[in-house]
Each structure stands twice: as C-alpha cells, then as structure tokens.
C-alpha cells in the first residue's frame, strides 16, 4: 500500500470510496492547436491537475503531509493543522481537513484572490490575513511565529520544508508521466512555488530516465502576477529547493502568462490558472528548440480562481488562423 493509497475504512469488508481515491491520475493532455508552430516531430503535452478533487496539484502534497501525520500520531489528537499558503495548498488541506475531522489554521497573503478566500471560508478553515506587501514570505513568517507561540494546539505542517511535499510528486506524478507517455518523455517543464511538484518529479524521472532534461521556470521579477509562483532570488528558500537540479531557471513575464492563458482557453478548450500560462509559454520555449521530443508541463489549476480579474478574461482577442476539427 502506498502513502497515496490510505484508506480509511470502517469495515474490513466493503472499502469506502473516499476524496482520497481521487487525487492524482490526473489527464495528459496533448497540446494540438498551440503546438502547430514546432518540429511535426515535436509533441508537448499537459497534466491537467484542476481534475483533482480539491481543484489543484496541491492536492498531491496536501494528502502525503496530512496522511504523514496521522501516521506519524501528529495530527488526529486535537491539534490544529497550521500553514502558509498563497491558496491553494491552503484548499487542499482545507478540503481533506474538512473530510478528516481535522481543524485548519491557515496564514494567507490578504492579496490572494478574492474567490480563494470565499472557498477557505467556505471550507471552514481558519484564516489569518498577512501584510499584501510582504506577499506569501510574510504569510510564511506569521505561520512560524504561530507555531513556536502555541507549540500545544497547533502541528505546524511546513509545506516549504516537509519532505513530504516532494515526495508525493515522487510517488504520482513521476511515475503517471512515464506511464502516460509509454516512457518517452524527454523534457519535463515546471514552476518553481514551494518548489515540490519541480524537485519530486525530476527526480523520479532522473532516476527512471537519465537523459531526461527537467527545466524549471521562476516569475522574471520579485513582483508578479504569477500567483502560486515564486521569484527565489528574492524570496525565503524553500528547505526542499535543490539548487543542484534546478540549475538557472527560465524567467516568464506576467504579461506573456496572461496572453497564454487566452489563447489556451480559445485555441484548445482549456481554462486554466494563471500559472498554468506561465507552464505553458515556458514548455513552447523549451519545444520551440527541438527537432524531436516530447515536453510534458503541469497545469496547477483551472481558471474559475481568477475570474475576478475581469479585464484579463475579457481580452478581445480571437486565434489568427482558426483551424477546424481534429479530435476533441
Ligand atoms: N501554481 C499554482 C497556482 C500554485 O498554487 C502552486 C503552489 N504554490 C504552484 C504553481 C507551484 O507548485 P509547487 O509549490 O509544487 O512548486
């Protein structure tokens, strides 16, 4: 039985289903419309992470740390789960706590977007507004000084530097990427947040796949729009980040994120985040100079979080040469 695989049942004989059955396997989905530029020996392909049940990939680390914990006996005993989180993290715990039985305490940039708050709210955990200007290092800041104040009701669970972080990306989304593409996948392609998804999946895929090439991208400067994302020059580092694997990460613009996100919902049906945009300018980069491969990047989200940005989703904008057809 794997980590991921935790069930919990109340009969020995007829497994309950449970949220918990739902997280990862998620789709890969090719890129057809926005790939029509490349090498026709060039295929880029997406994780479509939003099918998750708490809408996000943060799913996958929320349930290894929780699941971590209760085996561990650190939660499940009273204690409040306490952690930074610039969303979605925060949902995913919020989302399995609510299942579980287990409170949630969550420091949350007061600058994250609007619908994010109504659904932490929603799910019933517990938040507390840290300073916009100090973005989520500030939110991280709060969550420490709560912990080391009220070590007695709160299990402090660290996104940024538990290991169980990356190891869930170690344990699913490696091993479904090289099921999903046959073991031919050559270039792996992902944002760089608390930087889990980035580290476990390289180095799943590295160990599976020496030739592999893992390609990391970061906001191109300290303030962004990327939400999720982080700038690490100027940013706390995470305690997983492994700088040796990551190398020099590629920069995305906010402003080439936000045309992405467009032109991925008009050319190819997907509706997705705004970081998700950033994945995508960052793999058609990374494809743009192939003659051959397969790219393969993950959508954190869908777009439904970020529709208060109003302007954004409400561009003119059309494709230039709308083709027809092709499967759906
Ligand atoms: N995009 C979004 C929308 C996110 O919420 C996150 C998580 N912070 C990421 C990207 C980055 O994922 P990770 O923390 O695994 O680096």
């Known amino acids: 039985m794997t980590l991921l695989d935790f069930r919990l049942t109340e009969s020995n004989t007829i497994p309950l289903d449970s949220l918990a059955f739902h997280v990862g396997?998620?789709?890969l989905l090719p890129l057809r419309r926005l790939s029509r530029s490349l090498s026709p020996r060039t295929r880029v392909f997406v994780k479509a992470e939003w099918f998750n049940?708490?809408?996000?990939?943060?799913?996958?680390?929320?349930?290894?740390?929780?699941q971590n914990a209760i085996l561990h006996g650190d939660l499940g005993n009273g204690k409040r789960l306490l952690d930074s989180t610039s969303g979605n993290m925060g949902i995913s715990y919020a989302t399995f706590g609510a299942a579980l039985g287990i409170p949630v305490t969550l420091a949350?940039?007061?600058?994250a977007s609007s619908e994010r708050i109504s659904i932490l709210k929603a799910l019933g955990a517990e938040l507390i507004l840290t300073d916009p200007l100090e973005g989520s290092?500030?939110?991280?800041?709060?969550?420490?000084?709560?912990?080391?104040?009220?070590?007695d009701l709160y299990w402090y669970a660290n996104q940024y530097n538990n290991d169980a972080n990356w190891q869930a990306h170690y344990l699913s989304t490696g091993p479904e990427i090289i099921r999903q593409t046959n073991g031919q996948v050559t270039h792996?392609?992902?944002?760089?947040?608390?930087?889990?998804?980035?580290?476990?999946?390289?180095?799943?895929?590295?160990?599976?796949?020496?030739?592999?090439?893992?390609?990391?991208?970061?906001?191109?400067?300290?303030?962004h729009g990327l939400e999720g994302l982080k700038h690490m020059p100027s940013?706390?580092?995470?305690?997983?980040?492994?700088?040796?694997m990551v190398g020099t990460p590629l920069e995305v613009r906010t402003e080439a994120a936000h045309e992405m996100v467009i032109r991925l919902a008009r050319e190819e049906g997907l509706f997705v985040g705004i970081s998700s945009g950033a994945a995508v300018v960052a793999a058609l980069q990374v494809a743009s100079e192939l003659d051959e491969g397969v790219v393969v990047t993950v959508l954190p989200d869908a777009g439904y979080?970020?529709?208060?940005?109003?302007?954004?989703?409400?561009?003119?904008w059309?494709?230039?040469?709308?083709?027809?057809?092709g499967d759906v």
């Open 25 to 27: 396997d998620t789709p």
């Open 53 to 66: 049940p708490g809408g996000s990939v943060k799913d996958r680390p929320a349930l290894n740390i929780i």
């Open 108 to 111: 949350v940039p007061a600058s």
């Open 137 to 151: 290092d500030g939110a991280i800041l709060k969550a420490r000084e709560l912990a080391a104040e009220r070590p």
């Open 188 to 223: 792996f392609v992902a944002g760089l947040g608390t930087s889990g998804t980035f580290t476990g999946t390289s180095r799943y895929l590295l160990e599976q796949l020496p030739d592999v090439n893992v390609i990391a991208f970061q906001p191109d400067a300290p303030f």
């Open 235 to 244: 940013a706390i580092k995470p305690g997983i980040y492994d700088e040796s």
């Open 305 to 316: 979080k970020y529709l208060s940005d109003k302007k954004l989703w409400e561009q003119d």
């Open 318 to 325: 059309s494709p230039t040469s709308p083709d027809v057809g």
